[in-house]
T-cell receptor, first 115, second 112 residues
């Protein structure tokens, strides 16, 4: 099973709203990722959690706040977003540790529109 | 600066044709190269290549890596309309267990 599940599939929010994106995997992967993807561009890495600890934050604005409650779950909390934050947000997971292959398995994404 | 370049950026062919997609890279301390297929949403993993000259195959898709010339190709034979997608190439460097350097993708359209 190589499934990563993301909810919701679509989200429309105003600039003053607070919302959360959710991601779940049951592959036993201990690395989880958030990516942002704009149209006709490759995915752009935002955050990486390894063993539930934040390992990489690619200088993402503080209006995006990640959270990893346990090894299977990853959240992205959104607050005071801007229209330019509208994009497809992808979650991924991979093995980690010595000898692990960095094959990232992606969820179907959340299509976010900020009005 | 590390970079991955894919060509062509887009390609339109007829069903049944064979296509070759290219991915060249300049990456310090190469670990592996990955191919993904992205239809409407989720990039789907196709292949990971680490050694030169060993062809990976999955049905009508195959891929090979040349570490001397720093490129990979993805071949699709007897194309079908379901092969229409963006094909993404990414390189995993040795200096990170997590980061991938992505190409811009090749948009493939298969006409019936």
């Amino acid at each position: 099973d190589t499934e990563v599940t993301q909810t919701p599939k679509h989200l429309v929010m105003g600039m003053t709203n607070k919302k959360s994106l959710k991601c779940e995997q049951h592959m036993g992967h201990r690395a989880m990722y958030w990516y942002k993807q704009k149209a006709k561009k490759p995915p752009e890495l935002m955050f990486v959690y390894s063993y539930e600890k934040l390992s990489i934050n690619e200088s993402v604005p503080s209006r995006f706040s990640p959270e990893c409650p346990n090894s299977s779950l990853l959240n992205l909390h959104l607050h005071a977003l801007q229209p330019e934050d509208s994009a497809l947000y992808l979650c991924a997971s991979s093995q980690t540790g010595r000898g692990a292959k960095n094959i990232q398995y992606f969820g179907a994404g959340t299509r976010l529109s900020v009005l | 600066e590390d970079k991955v370049v894919q060509s062509p950026l887009s390609l339109v062919v007829h069903e049944g044709d064979t296509v070759t997609l290219n991915c060249s890279y300049e990456v310090t301390n190469f670990r592996s190269l990955l191919w993904y297929k992205q239809e409407k949403k989720a990039p789907t993993f196709l292949f990971m290549l680490t050694s030169s000259g060993i062809e990976k195959k999955s049905g009508r898709l195959s891929s090979i890596l040349d570490k001397k010339e720093l490129f990979s190709i993805l071949n699709i034979t007897a194309t079908q309309t379901g092969d229409s997608a963006v094909y993404l190439c990414a390189v995993a460097p040795l200096y990170s267990n997590y980061q991938l350097i992505w190409g811009a993708g090749t948009k493939l359209i298969i006409k019936p």
